[in-house]
C-alpha cells in the first residue's frame, strides 16, 4: 500500500459523486442516444459526467494519466492513471432503470489503489482501497457469511451470454442450485454483493472501466474478485465476485480456479 492511498480512497469517491451527480441531472430527461463504433450507446449524460471527472483529475492530479470509456486515454505513460466509466449501465439508465452507477479508480499499473462506486438514483456511494477496508456511505461493510449455497442471492448482467455459451450453461447450473437467480446487472449487482444482500455476480463481458473499482470494493469487502479463470485481476475481461464462503464452490460450477490467498 503506497501513502497515498488514504488521499486517493476520498479523492476517488469525491470524483465518483461529482460526475455520478451530474449524470443524474440528466436521468429520465428524454436524453437523445448515439451509437458508438462498438454498437453500445452512448449519451449526453456519459460525456458530460466524464468530462466533470476529467476536469475535477486535471486539476487535482495534474500528471496522473486518465482512461475514460468516452473519451479514451490521455497521458498514456503516466505512472499512475484514473479509470473511469461516467455512467456503467448505459442501457439501463436510457430506459430509466435506477440501477445504474458512476465507477472511478486509480491503479499503478494493474494495481488498484482506490476504487468508488456511486449509485446516484438509490443514493448509495462504495469506496475502497487495498488495507483501507471498504465503506459503504462512510459506514465499513463487509460480504455476507452465508455459505449455504441453497439459500444464496446470484445474479448475472445478461443470463443469454451470448459470448460464450458455454459460460451460460454453467451459469444456469449455478442458479439452479442456489434461493434466488436475478439479473441485477450491471456494478448494481457488485454493490449488492459487497453489502451483503446478494453472494455472486458474474460477467461475461467487462472493460476495465467495468471492473477497475470493483476489485478493491469486493476484497475489502471480504469477498473474492477474480475473472473466469480465477485470477484475482480488474483486467481479465470478465469477472466473477463472490462472498469468501462460497468463493471455491461457485467458481468450481463456473468452471475456474479458486485463487489462493
Keep these: 500500500m503506497t501513502t497515498e492511498a488514504p488521499g486517493l480512497l476520498q479523492a476517488a469517491a469525491e470524483v465518483a459523486r461529482k460526475s455520478g451527480d451530474v449524470a443524474l441531472e440528466f436521468f429520465r430527461r428524454g436524453v437523445t442516444v448515439d451509437i458508438k463504433k462498438d454498437g453500445t450507446p452512448v449519451t449526453v449524460a456519459d460525456r458530460t459526467a466524464e468530462k466533470t471527472a476529467r476536469d475535477w483529475i486535471e486539476a487535482h492530479f495534474p500528471e496522473d494519466g486518465i ?80 455459505a449455504d449455497l441453497s439459500q444464496a442471492v446470484v445474479l448475472c448482467t445478461d443470463e443469454r451470454f451470448q459470448v460464450h455459451p458455454d459460460r451460460g450453461e454453467r451459469w444456469r447450473a449455478l442458479a439452479a442450485r442456489s434461493a434466488m437467480a436475478r439479473t441485477w446487472g450491471d456494478c448494481y449487482g457488485y454493490l449488492l454483493v459487497a453489502t451483503g444482500r446478494a453472494e455472486v455476480m458474474v460477467d461475461e463481458i467487462m472493460s476495465p472501466w467495468d471492473a477497475a473499482a470493483l476489485q478493491p470494493i469486493i476484497e475489502e469487502a471480504g469477498g473474492l474478485f477474480t475473472d473466469w479463470t480465477g485470477k484475482r485481476t480488474a483486467f481479465g475481461g470478465n469477472s466473477i465476485a463472490t462472498n469468501a464462503a462460497l468463493a471455491q464452490q461457485v467458481r468450481e460450477i463456473l468452471g475456474a480456479q479458486t485463487p489462493r490467498p
Excluded at 498514456?76 to 492513471?81: M, S, T
Excluded at 486509480?106 to 482506490?114: M, N, T
Aim: charged share 25%; proline share 9%.
Design 67 to 146: 482512461l475514460g470509456e468516452e473519451f479514451g486515454e490521455t497521458r498514456p505513460g503516466a505512472r499512475r492513471r484514473w479509470i473511469l466509466d461516467p455512467i456503467d449501465g448505459t442501457k439501463t439508465f436510457i430506459r430509466g432503470v435506477p440501477l445504474w452507477g458512476t465507477l472511478v479508480a486509480v491503479a499503478e499499473g494493474d494495481r488498484i489503489l482506490a476504487g468508488a462506486a456511486y449509485f446516484p438514483p438509490v443514493g448509495e456511494l462504495l469506496a475502497a482501497a487495498p488495507g483501507q477496508g471498504c465503506f459503504w456511505n462512510d459506514k465499513p461493510v463487509r460480504v455476507s457469511e452465508l
